[in-house]
Structures are given as structure tokens and as C-alpha cells.
């Protein structure tokens, strides 16, 4: 199929793929009416039973927990799968030091980098309570660390981030996320069941296992985060070095 | 047991954390240790769940959120025999590919085997979630897994075309599946397999529902490679290393069937009870078509991975056509067949391994009459080809019965006639490539074979003794012959066929806790017509492959038929190419079903 | 306006897979399979969208305040995960296929075919 017939087929077969979903989704209650039974069944319970008062988060560490499991994994998998993918062609290992020469950026960084740093330590710890949590906190950090090399020099993000400590990280994370609910399991509870003290709604240690699953999800996205940009920029040093 | 639903997913994946975090560590015989043992505990782990679960559903609420009136609010495991058979096959596969690796791969990487953990613990998970988001991050991790799997180079210079077509075809799949769970949610607000399919019950057939299944049958038929949605197969499987394809050919596709026949029964039997022959029409057209094309496309191929790969469309697509039948002993029939076909396309990569190791190359014309010397090799390869044609009472004999007497008995008298051509197409030009390889019989040219670059193999294999890498393919050939000979298998698979389509022993078991015990089967017979049918299968699969290879053809005529250059053109490579067939082929399914339902 | 967020995803969802099927770069045919998911995110939120209704947060309001279904918040924080890390993995391959082709072109990767 040559690519204009390639255009037309898609069009032709999108426009009825189109069709086909504007029907499915009129059976939809109108927008802005959601009756929603399995969210009201959750709002009742998170304060009283969990003590908590974010509600999304509960449902991603503790409702949903297992979900949650899956997903870190596919974050795992796809921070090695790149790994993988890149370490077995590569000749050299990228050993320059490219650094940033212009002070202004340079004190930009010295300035950011304990700020973001702060801040997503800051929202991972308030995920229980306030809008955040390990992954949109860790990807914070992992921001953080990669301002390093961004203001800073190549040589410095790299022993920021050695690479053994950052495989254990991520897989510290995931791995412990799933072990986690295994000691429960062997303790005689369901798997993932929230055992720990519940806490006071409004503290940062409330919910239970809510507040462990965020801190270890939170260390598995930094871990994978940073392998993932750990391994990018390297493929990209080794073969056009940064003047 | 229901504390034992989750260790067929969680112990491969600690297993895999485990090595994940250690391996750079650890001397490389103890990962190999660590990840045959994490595969072989979860096998045995799904093998008892399955026991167990001819008594009933073994249900496990995570986090213990029990359902309140009806409404479910954590994720539910709902374990059946078929799931956990499902399961356990896959952990029996990863081993067998774990063995196979252990020699295969020069050194031990320890991320091959995270991968293949991992992968394995989404595949169990896949199979025994009762909940249809959950199974849609199951069905994500498998796919990453996947991808990244079928990047590891040790055999190819470059399998990036074929990892890239895989994962661009199979991420549309599954946003396919999540616009089905947004437009269930939204309907029925429920993301529980059980509660879903009761709500669902007391609502009218509206755009909404025929949509949802479209969109959820479309996202599986990806999977489980069903025309016109299949094309990644091949391209996957020519550039993914041996021991992954048994993965992928063994069990991966599979549990896209499995998706169906789980989400079909549970969600949509209620709300669609009327419209069963209408579903069961186009299901099994579906799967024929694509038995067909699968066969005919095999015997196109002279890259013998690519040829497997092909041999694996075709029987997806009798899995499907089983399935789609709607009726539990065609179901039972499927499980039979899907396990046989395992293990018996399992040796059959395995050998393909083998000959990659020792002869470094994987081209049939390029290796004609090199597999001279490796005769156990040869035994195991043409042993296996047989067994998958399905001669009475060997291999996949059992479940191809079942389904073509369910098939009759529902009125396609047809069924044993479209079942066997598709599988004599395949099983011929496997045959005819044994016969190449292994005994140097046939031309050294032949235009109608699609030629391929042969590379040389990276760097990467090992120097293995040749009888650990055949043996692991013996093994499972032999446990594959033997598959329609294990007694009370036919029994065992027709009860957990029909516990598995039984809704309401679903929802009672799931959201009231009441476990129902899978019913005793009739007694089981084996027709007379079946032992006819699997006989001249076989028969004339042999014939055929005979004549490929002796008999005195002009293969550049047949090489410019119309219909070979123009199945030669659709299957491009070309990742945009796939996607519009994959957009056009849901469109038209919804079409379909649109006017039928 | 009943219909109108579903029809903004069901558009964003044809106009990515258009780009994934007319794509004559890699990484534009990547992103294009980004922009297709996002379609999924909208989808999600629209669904669980009510009016009148404020973020399902319990810190500033009393429980029992109307709120936004929170599950499809959850479920949407997954996708997004997914769609990025699926991403990362298929960039990688555009990176070795211009390390080993020379070239990100969909239509000049034909190694294989038939």
C-alpha cells in the first residue's frame, strides 16, 4: 500500500471506526451526571475506615492496591527493557564530563535543585492527605537529579547516580511494593491488606500501609526514572558528544 | 486455599525484583537457580489452585475489601480451573525456556530472566483476575514484557522492526480495551467481571453494549493474533530468541482467547443471551479465516521461525473458532488443544534453537540437509509436527475432537472439514521444512518461498552441549504427544468448561461468597468420524509436504499467482499498514455485530 | 454538550492512529500513539465527571460534600504511567533503528515482510 492509498484506507476506516464509537458512547449517562456507585462506595468509607482524605491516592495504594503493583512493574520492566536494549550495542561507556560552562545557569541550578528537591519530598509525603503522592512526587525528584546534569556537568549526575544504586532502587521499590503484601499474606491476611495503624486523618502517617505503598512507590519511580534518563542521555554522549 | 490466589503472580515477581536488585552481584548459575525455581513454584502453586478450583471458584479479595450489597470495591482473583490451567502452563513453558537458556545464552544476563518473571506473573495474572481493569494492566505488563523480550539480541542484528511493530499493534489493542472499560464504567459504574455482567443483565441491547464488546473483543483478537489484527505475529516471533517464542506461541496468544471466553461469559452472557448465534457466527468465521490464512501464509516461508510463527495463526484461529462456539465442550476441547499445542510448539522452537546454536543459521533452504547430524534434533522436530496434526489419540487429537463434534452438534457440520484443512496446511509445510533440513530431501531453490536476510546470529550464544538443548525440546514434545492420553483430562476440562461459562455460579461465588462445585461431566466419547477426520488429516498433511518437496513444480508460477503476490504485499512490515488494517478490522467487527445483535 | 467530551476523545483518539498510520518518522509516530492514548485519559475523566462538584480531596471540605468520582482518577493515573513508560521503551527502539538503519522512516525499515 503505497502511502496516499495508506491515508485514504485509514480515513475510510476511521470514519467508520468514528461512527461506531459515537453510538457506543450516546449510552452514556449525559456528561456531568455520573451516578457513580463504586465512587460513593469508596468516599464513604475513606475517612472513617481509613483515615485519610485523599481519596485517589487511597484508591491507588489501598482500594486498588494491586493495580498499583502492575503498574510499578511496567515501569520496572520498561526502565531495564530500555537498558537492555541500549547496553547491547554500546562501545563505550560515555566517561566525558561535559560540563555546563555559563555561571548564570549554574547558579540556576545550585538555586532549583534543593527546591525541587524539597518540593517532591514534599508531595510524596503529603499523598495521603493532599493532592500528590509517590509517582507524581518521584517523577519530581527524579527532575530534580536530572537538573544536575542540566546546570551542572555530565561527570556530576553521573556519580549522583551510580548505576548498581539506582537498579536497587527501582527494583527496591517495585520488589519491596510486592513483598510487602506477601508478609500480610503470610500473617494471614489477604494480600495487601492494610494492617498498619490507621493514624489520624490529616497526618502525614495516616492510612496505614497507604502511607508505606506511597514512600515505596516513590522510590521505584525515582529508581526507574533515573535509569531511564541515565541511559538515554548516556547513548546520546557516546555518539555526539556535547561541544 | 484462597490465600494461595496471588503466589503464581507474586512469587515470580519478587523472584524477578530479587534478581533485578542482586544480579550484578550474584555468580550467574545461582540466577539461573533463582529464576527456574520462582517459574517451577508458581507452576506447581496454579497446578493445586487448579484442583482446587473444580470444587468452586477460589475467590481472593486484595486488600480484603469484601464486596458491600452487590457493589465490589477492592480487586478480585476469581480462580477456575481453566485460569489456573491457563497459569500453570505458563509456568511449565518458562521453565522449560528457563532450562533452554540456561545453555542457549553465553552468558547469564540476569535481565532475560527478570524479564521472563515478570512476564510469566502477568501472564498468571492475566488469567485469574475477576476484574476487567485489572486484567487491562495485566495485559499492559505482558505487552512490556513482551516488547523488551523480543528486543534481547542475541540471535538477530536487529529486531527492532519486529519489536516495533509488536508494540505499536498491541498498545492499540489495549486502548481499545480501555475505551471499553471507560464506556462500561460509565454505564454500569463497576470494574468487577461479576458485578459487571449483573448490572449489564438487566439492561437493554444499546449502541453502548455492542460497542463495549466490540472494542473488547477487537483488543483481544490483537492478542490472540485473529486476522485481519495479526500481522505483528510473525514479525515478533522471526526476530524474538528461541526459548521467548515457546512464550509467545505457547501461551501469550492463548490467553487472548482466554480474554474472550472469560469476558464473554462473565460480563456479556447476561445482556446478550439472545444474540449467542449471531456472536457464534462471527466468532468462528473469524477464527477459520484465520486458520486459514495462518496456514496458507506458512507454507510462503523459508525463515523457519517466521514459519512457526504462521503455524500459530492458524491454530489461534481454531482456538477462537472453539471458543466462539459458545458451548462448553467445544471450550473443554479448546483447553485440551491449547495445552498440547503448547508443549508441542514449545519443542518445536526449541528445536529451531537448536539448529540456530549448532548451524547458525535459521533459513530452510540455506540449511538443506545440514541437519543431517543432528538426528535427535530431527527425531523431536518431525515427532512434534505429527503431534500437532493430531492423529487419533496423539497430541492435539482430544481437543480438535471436541470442538468439531460441538461444532456439528450446533449445526456447522462443516467444522471438521475447515478444522482440518487449516491444520493440514500448517502441518505440511512444517513437515516439508523437517524433511529439507533433516534429511536434504526437495530443491535447494524455491521461488515461492519468501527469502529473508539470513543474517548471521550476534555474538551471544553459547557453546552448549548439544543434549541440554534437546533435551528440554524432548520433554516437552513427549508431554505434548502424551497430552490426549492423560486420563480424566477430557472429563477434568469439560467440568471446568462448564463451571467457567456458568454466570450465575460467577457472581454467586464472587460478590456472595458462595462457592458452587464445578458439575460432573458427561461420560466422554470419541466418535468414529473424529479418529476418520484426524486420520486423513494426518495422512494428507504427510502427502502434501511430499509433494512440496518431490514433486517437479514451477514455483516461479506459483510465486506470481495473484493471490500469493497479494498476500505477500499486506504483510508489509509496515507498522501503519498494520494499524489501519487493525482500525479497519474493528470497525468492521462493530459493523458486524451491529447489524447482527 | 451530553455528548461533546466523549466526541473530543474519540477525535483525538483517530487523529493519533491517523498519525501512526501516515507517519514517515519514528519518533512522530510514537508520540502520534501518545496523543491516541491521551484520548483514553479524556475519556476516563469525562465519565466520572459531575457538576457542581469539587476534587475528591477531604482535607478543606466536610465529608459528604459532592465530589468528582474518584476511581477514574485512579485509573487514569495508571494509564498515564502506562502510556509513558510504553513510550520510553519504543523511543529506544527509534534510537537503535537509527543506529543500525540509518534511517527512522517507517516505509525504508523492510527488512521484513511476507
Same mark, same amino acid.
Given at each position: 500500500?503505497?502511502?496516499?492509498?495508506?491515508?485514504?484506507?485509514?480515513?475510510?476506516?476511521?470514519?467508520?471506526?468514528?461512527?461506531?464509537?459515537?453510538?457506543?458512547?450516546?449510552?452514556?449517562?449525559?456528561?456531568?451526571?455520573?451516578?457513580?456507585?463504586?465512587?460513593?462506595?469508596?468516599?464513604?468509607?475513606?475517612?472513617?475506615?481509613?483515615?485519610?482524605?485523599?481519596?485517589?491516592?487511597?484508591?491507588?495504594?489501598?482500594?486498588?492496591?494491586?493495580?498499583?503493583?502492575?503498574?510499578?512493574?511496567?515501569?520496572?520492566?520498561?526502565?531495564?527493557?530500555?537498558?537492555?536494549?541500549?547496553?547491547?550495542?554500546?562501545?563505550?561507556?560515555?566517561?566525558?564530563?561535559?560540563?555546563?560552562?555559563?555561571?548564570?545557569?549554574?547558579?540556576?541550578?545550585?538555586?532549583?535543585?534543593?527546591?525541587?528537591?524539597?518540593?517532591?519530598?514534599?508531595?510524596?509525603?503529603?499523598?495521603?492527605?493532599?493532592?500528590?503522592?509517590?509517582?507524581?512526587?518521584?517523577?519530581? @525528584?527524579?527532575?530534580?537529579?536530572?537538573?544536575?546534569?542540566?546546570?551542572?556537568?555530565?561527570?556530576?549526575?553521573?556519580?549522583?547516580?551510580?548505576?548498581?544504586?539506582?537498579?536497587?532502587?527501582?527494583?527496591?521499590?517495585?520488589?519491596?511494593?510486592?513483598?510487602?503484601?506477601?508478609?500480610?499474606?503470610?500473617?494471614?491476611?489477604?494480600?495487601?491488606?492494610?494492617?498498619?495503624?490507621?493514624?489520624?486523618?490529616?497526618?502525614?502517617?495516616?492510612?496505614?500501609?497507604?502511607?508505606?505503598?506511597?514512600?515505596?512507590?516513590?522510590?521505584?519511580?525515582?529508581?526507574?526514572?533515573? @535509569? @531511564?534518563?541515565?541511559?538515554?542521555?548516556?547513548?546520546?554522549?557516546?555518539?555526539?558528544?556535547?561541544? | %486455599?484462597?490465600?494461595?490466589?496471588?503466589?503464581?503472580?507474586?512469587?515470580?515477581?519478587?523472584?524477578?525484583?530479587?534478581?533485578?536488585?542482586?544480579?550484578?552481584?550474584?555468580?550467574?548459575?545461582?540466577?539461573?537457580?533463582?529464576?527456574?525455581?520462582?517459574?517451577?513454584?508458581?507452576?506447581?502453586?496454579?497446578?493445586?489452585?487448579? +484442583?482446587?478450583?473444580?470444587?468452586?471458584?477460589?475467590? +481472593?479479595?486484595?486488600?480484603?475489601?469484601?464486596?458491600?450489597?452487590?457493589?465490589?470495591?477492592?480487586?478480585?482473583?476469581?480462580?477456575?480451573?481453566?485460569?489456573?490451567?491457563?497459569?500453570?502452563?505458563?509456568?511449565?513453558?518458562?521453565?522449560?525456556?528457563?532450562?533452554?537458556? !540456561?545453555?542457549?545464552?553465553?552468558?547469564?544476563?540476569?535481565?532475560?530472566?527478570?524479564?521472563?518473571?515478570?512476564?510469566?506473573?502477568? %501472564?498468571?495474572?492475566? &488469567?485469574?483476575?475477576?476484574?476487567?481493569?485489572?486484567?487491562?494492566?495485566?495485559?499492559?505488563?505482558?505487552?512490556?514484557? &513482551?516488547?523488551?523480550?523480543?528486543?534481547?539480541?542475541?540471535?538477530?542484528?536487529?529486531?527492532?522492526?519486529?519489536?516495533?511493530?509488536?508494540?505499536?499493534?498491541?498498545?492499540?489493542?489495549?486502548?481499545?480495551?480501555?475505551?471499553?472499560?471507560?464506556?462500561?464504567?460509565?454505564?454500569?459504574?463497576?470494574?468487577?467481571?461479576?458485578?459487571?455482567?449483573?448490572?449489564?443483565?438487566?439492561?437493554?441491547?444499546?449502541?453502548?453494549?455492542?460497542?463495549?464488546?466490540?472494542?473488547?473483543?477487537?483488543?483481544?483478537?490483537?492478542?490472540?493474533?485473529?486476522?485481519?489484527?495479526?500481522?505483528?505475529?510473525?514479525?515478533?516471533?522471526?526476530?524474538?530468541?528461541?526459548?521467548?517464542?515457546?512464550?509467545?506461541?505457547?501461551? %501469550?496468544?492463548?490467553?487472548?482467547?482466554?480474554?474472550?471466553?472469560?469476558?464473554?461469559?462473565?460480563?456479556?452472557?447476561?445482556?446478550?443471551?439472545?444474540?449467542?448465534?449471531?456472536?457464534?457466527?462471527?466468532?468462528?468465521?473469524?477464527?477459520?479465516?484465520?486458520?486459514?490464512?495462518?496456514?496458507? %501464509?506458512?507454507?510462503?516461508?523459508?525463515?523457519?521461525?517466521?514459519?512457526?510463527?504462521?503455524?500459530?495463526?492458524?491454530?489461534?484461529?481454531?482456538?477462537?473458532?472453539?471458543?466462539?462456539?459458545?458451548?462448553?465442550?467445544?471450550?473443554?476441547?479448546?483447553?485440551?488443544?491449547?495445552?498440547?499445542?503448547?508443549?508441542?510448539?514449545?519443542?518445536?522452537?526449541?528445536?529451531?534453537?537448536?539448529?540456530?546454536?549448532?548451524?547458525?543459521?535459521?533459513?530452510?533452504?540455506?540449511?538443506?540437509?545440514?541437519?543431517?547430524?543432528?538426528?535427535?534434533?530431527?527425531?523431536?522436530?518431525?515427532?512434534?509436527?505429527?503431534?500437532?496434526?493430531?492423529?487419533?489419540?496423539?497430541?492435539?487429537?482430544?481437543?480438535?475432537?471436541?470442538?468439531?463434534?460441538?461444532?456439528?452438534?450446533?449445526?456447522?457440520?462443516?467444522?471438521?472439514?475447515?478444522?482440518?484443512?487449516?491444520?493440514?496446511?500448517?502441518?505440511?509445510?512444517?513437515?516439508?521444512?523437517?524433511?529439507?533440513?533433516?534429511?536434504? !530431501?526437495?530443491?535447494?531453490?524455491?521461488?515461492?518461498?519468501?527469502?529473508?536476510?539470513?543474517?548471521?546470529?550476534?555474538?551471544?550464544?553459547?557453546?552448549?552441549?548439544?543434549?541440554?538443548?534437546?533435551?528440554?525440546?524432548?520433554?516437552?514434545?513427549?508431554?505434548?504427544?502424551?497430552?490426549?492420553?492423560?486420563?480424566?483430562?477430557?472429563?477434568?476440562?469439560?467440568?471446568?468448561?462448564?463451571?467457567?461459562?456458568?454466570?450465575?455460579?460467577?457472581?454467586?461465588?464472587?460478590?456472595?461468597?458462595?462457592?458452587?462445585?464445578?458439575?460432573?461431566?458427561?461420560?466422554?466419547?470419541?466418535?468414529?468420524?473424529?479418529?476418520?477426520?484426524?486420520?486423513?488429516?494426518?495422512? &494428507?498433511?504427510?502427502?502434501?509436504?511430499?509433494?512440496?518437496?518431490?514433486?517437479?513444480?514451477?514455483?516461479?508460477?506459483?510465486?506470481?499467482?495473484?493471490?500469493?503476490?497479494?498476500?505477500?504485499?499486506?504483510?508489509?512490515? +509496515?507498522?501503519?499498514?498494520?494499524?489501519?488494517?487493525?482500525?479497519?478490522?474493528?470497525?468492521?467487527?462493530?459493523?458486524?455485530?451491529?447489524?447482527?445483535? | 454538550?451530553?455528548?461533546?467530551?466523549?466526541?473530543?476523545?474519540?477525535?483525538?483518539?483517530?487523529?493519533?492512529?491517523?498519525?501512526?498510520?501516515?507517519?514517515?518518522?519514528?519518533?512522530?509516530?510514537?508520540?502520534?500513539?501518545?496523543?491516541?492514548?491521551?484520548?483514553?485519559?479524556?475519556?476516563?475523566?469525562?465519565?466520572?465527571?459531575?457538576?457542581?462538584?469539587?476534587?475528591?480531596?477531604?482535607?478543606?471540605?466536610?465529608?459528604?460534600?459532592?465530589?468528582?468520582?474518584?476511581?477514574?482518577?485512579?485509573?487514569?493515573?495508571?494509564?498515564?504511567?502506562?502510556?509513558?513508560?510504553?513510550?520510553?521503551?519504543?523511543?529506544?527502539?527509534?534510537?537503535?533503528?537509527?543506529?543500525?538503519?540509518?534511517?527512522?522512516?517507517?516505509?525504508?525499515?523492510?527488512?521484513?515482510?511476507?
Amino acid at each position: 500500500m503505497t502511502a496516499p492509498g495508506r491515508a485514504v484506507a485509514f480515513v475510510a476506516a476511521g470514519g467508520a471506526f468514528a461512527c461506531l464509537f459515537v453510538w457506543g458512547a450516546s449510552g452514556l449517562p449525559p456528561f456531568g451526571h455520573y451516578p457513580g456507585p463504586y465512587g460513593d462506595a469508596v468516599i464513604a468509607s475513606v475517612t472513617s475506615v481509613r483515615h485519610t482524605t485523599n481519596v485517589p491516592t487511597s484508591i491507588v495504594f489501598d482500594y486498588r492496591g494491586f493495580d498499583t503493583l502492575g503498574e510499578e512493574l511496567i515501569l520496572f520492566i520498561a526502565a531495564i527493557g530500555v537498558a537492555l536494549v541500549f547496553r547491547e550495542t554500546r562501545d563505550e561507556e560515555a566517561d566525558g564530563v561535559f560540563p555546563i560552562d555559563d555561571d548564570e545557569i549554574r547558579l540556576q541550578g545550585v538555586v532549583l535543585v534543593p527546591l525541587l528537591a524539597v518540593l517532591g519530598f514534599e508531595v510524596i509525603a503529603h499523598g495521603p492527605v493532599t493532592p500528590g503522592g509517590g509517582f507524581q512526587g518521584g517523577v519530581i @525528584l527524579a527532575g530534580a537529579a536530572l537538573l544536575v546534569f542540566l546546570a551542572g556537568s555530565w561527570a556530576a549526575y553521573r556519580r549522583l547516580t551510580p548505576e548498581p544504586a539506582v537498579e536497587l532502587l527501582e527494583a527496591a521499590g517495585a520488589g519491596g511494593y510486592a513483598v510487602v503484601g506477601l508478609v500480610i499474606l503470610i500473617l494471614g491476611g489477604a494480600y495487601l491488606e492494610n494492617v498498619l495503624p490507621l493514624g489520624e486523618g490529616g497526618q502525614l502517617d495516616s492510612g496505614g500501609t497507604i502511607a508505606l505503598l506511597n514512600w515505596l512507590s516513590a522510590i521505584a519511580v525515582v529508581g526507574s526514572f533515573t @535509569l @531511564l534518563f541515565r541511559e538515554f542521555l548516556t547513548e546520546m554522549l557516546t555518539r555526539r558528544p556535547l561541544r | %486455599m484462597t490465600w494461595a490466589a496471588p503466589l503464581p503472580v507474586v512469587i515470580p515477581i519478587v523472584g524477578a525484583a530479587f534478581l533485578a536488585a542482586f544480579g550484578t552481584w550474584l555468580p550467574p548459575r545461582i540466577k539461573d537457580v533463582v529464576g527456574v525455581v520462582a517459574a517451577a513454584t508458581s507452576a506447581v502453586i496454579s497446578l493445586l489452585l487448579m +484442583h482446587h478450583a473444580l470444587g468452586g471458584y477460589v475467590v +481472593h479479595w486484595f486488600g480484603d475489601w469484601k464486596p458491600k450489597g452487590g457493589v465490589a470495591i477492592g480487586i478480585a482473583f476469581a480462580v477456575d480451573p481453566l485460569g489456573a490451567g491457563a497459569a500453570a502452563l505458563g509456568g511449565v513453558l518458562t521453565v522449560a525456556a528457563l532450562a533452554f537458556s !540456561w545453555s542457549y545464552f553465553d552468558e547469564a544476563r540476569h535481565y532475560f530472566h527478570v524479564l521472563v518473571l515478570v512476564f510469566l506473573g502477568a %501472564m498468571c495474572g492475566f &488469567a485469574l483476575s475477576g476484574d476487567l481493569f485489572n486484567m487491562f494492566v495485566f495485559f499492559e505488563l505482558m505487552g512490556v514484557s &513482551a516488547y523488551a523480550l523480543t528486543a534481547y539480541k542475541s540471535e538477530e542484528q536487529s529486531p527492532i522492526q519486529g519489536a516495533l511493530n509488536f508494540a505499536v499493534t498491541n498498545s492499540v489493542g489495549a486502548f481499545l480495551i480501555l475505551i471499553a472499560i471507560g464506556l462500561l464504567y460509565g454505564e454500569t459504574g463497576a470494574l468487577n467481571l461479576a458485578q459487571l455482567g449483573n448490572t449489564l443483565a438487566g439492561h437493554q441491547v444499546d449502541g453502548l453494549v455492542v460497542v463495549a464488546f466490540t472494542l473488547l473483543v477487537a483488543g483481544f483478537l490483537v492478542k490472540a493474533a485473529a486476522v485481519p489484527f495479526h500481522f505483528w505475529l510473525a514479525d515478533a516471533h522471526a526476530v524474538a530468541p528461541a526459548p521467548v517464542c515457546v512464550l509467545f506461541s505457547g501461551i %501469550m496468544v492463548e490467553l487472548g482467547v482466554l480474554g474472550i471466553a472469560r469476558v464473554d461469559a462473565t460480563v456479556f452472557s447476561g445482556v446478550l443471551h439472545a444474540d449467542q448465534d449471531a456472536i457464534r457466527s462471527v466468532l468462528v468465521g473469524v477464527g477459520v479465516a484465520t486458520g486459514l490464512v495462518g496456514g496458507v %501464509m506458512a507454507l510462503l516461508q523459508r525463515h523457519l521461525k517466521r514459519l512457526l510463527a504462521y503455524s500459530t495463526i492458524c491454530h489461534s484461529g481454531l482456538f477462537l473458532a472453539g471458543v466462539g462456539l459458545l458451548d462448553p465442550k467445544a471450550l473443554a476441547g479448546t483447553a485440551s488443544y491449547v495445552l498440547a499445542h503448547g508443549l508441542l510448539k514449545g519443542a518445536l522452537f526449541l528445536a529451531a534453537g537448536v539448529l540456530l546454536s549448532e548451524l547458525h543459521s535459521i533459513d530452510e533452504l540455506a540449511l538443506r540437509g545440514r541437519g543431517r547430524a543432528l538426528r535427535a534434533t530431527g527425531l523431536v522436530f518431525v515427532v512434534a509436527a505429527i503431534g500437532l496434526a493430531g492423529p487419533p489419540f496423539v497430541g492435539t487429537f482430544l481437543g480438535k475432537s471436541d470442538i468439531e463434534e460441538a461444532g456439528v452438534h450446533a449445526g456447522l457440520g462443516w467444522m471438521p472439514l475447515a478444522f482440518t484443512v487449516a491444520s493440514v496446511l500448517s502441518t505440511a509445510a512444517i513437515l516439508r521444512a523437517g524433511g529439507r533440513v533433516f534429511a536434504g !530431501w526437495g530443491p535447494a531453490r524455491d521461488a515461492t518461498l519468501t527469502p529473508l536476510p539470513d543474517e548471521e546470529p550476534a555474538a551471544g550464544l553459547g557453546r552448549a552441549r548439544r543434549w541440554q538443548l534437546v533435551a528440554p525440546a524432548a520433554v516437552l514434545a513427549a508431554a505434548g504427544l502424551a497430552v490426549s492420553l492423560v486420563p480424566g483430562l477430557a472429563d477434568g476440562s469439560e467440568r471446568a468448561a462448564d463451571l467457567a461459562r456458568d454466570r450465575g455460579a460467577y457472581v454467586s461465588a464472587v460478590l456472595e461468597s458462595r462457592r458452587a462445585p464445578a458439575p460432573p461431566a458427561p461420560p466422554h466419547e470419541v466418535t468414529a468420524s473424529s479418529i476418520a477426520w484426524a486420520t486423513a488429516g494426518t495422512l &494428507a498433511a504427510v502427502a502434501l509436504a511430499g509433494v512440496l518437496l518431490f514433486a517437479r513444480r514451477r514455483p516461479e508460477r506459483v510465486a506470481a499467482r495473484p493471490l500469493v503476490l497479494a498476500l505477500r504485499a499486506v504483510h508489509s512490515g +509496515h507498522t501503519g499498514q498494520y494499524v489501519t488494517w487493525l482500525v479497519g478490522g474493528a470497525a468492521a467487527l462493530g459493523a458486524l455485530f451491529a447489524l447482527l445483535l | 454538550m451530553t455528548l461533546f467530551p466523549y466526541l473530543v476523545a474519540g477525535w483525538i483518539l483517530l487523529a493519533g492512529l491517523y498519525g501512526v498510520a501516515t507517519s514517515r518518522n519514528l519518533v512522530h509516530l510514537i508520540i502520534c500513539l501518545t496523543v491516541a492514548q491521551s484520548s483514553t485519559y479524556i475519556l476516563l475523566l469525562a465519565v466520572g465527571f459531575r457538576r457542581h462538584a469539587t476534587a475528591p480531596i477531604f482535607g478543606d471540605i466536610r465529608p459528604g460534600h459532592r465530589v468528582v468520582d474518584p476511581v477514574v482518577h485512579a485509573l487514569t493515573l495508571t494509564d498515564i504511567v502506562v502510556s509513558a513508560t510504553v513510550a520510553a521503551l519504543l523511543l529506544s527502539f527509534a534510537v537503535q533503528a537509527q543506529k543500525r538503519f540509518g534511517t527512522i522512516d517507517p516505509d525504508e525499515l523492510r527488512a521484513m515482510h511476507g
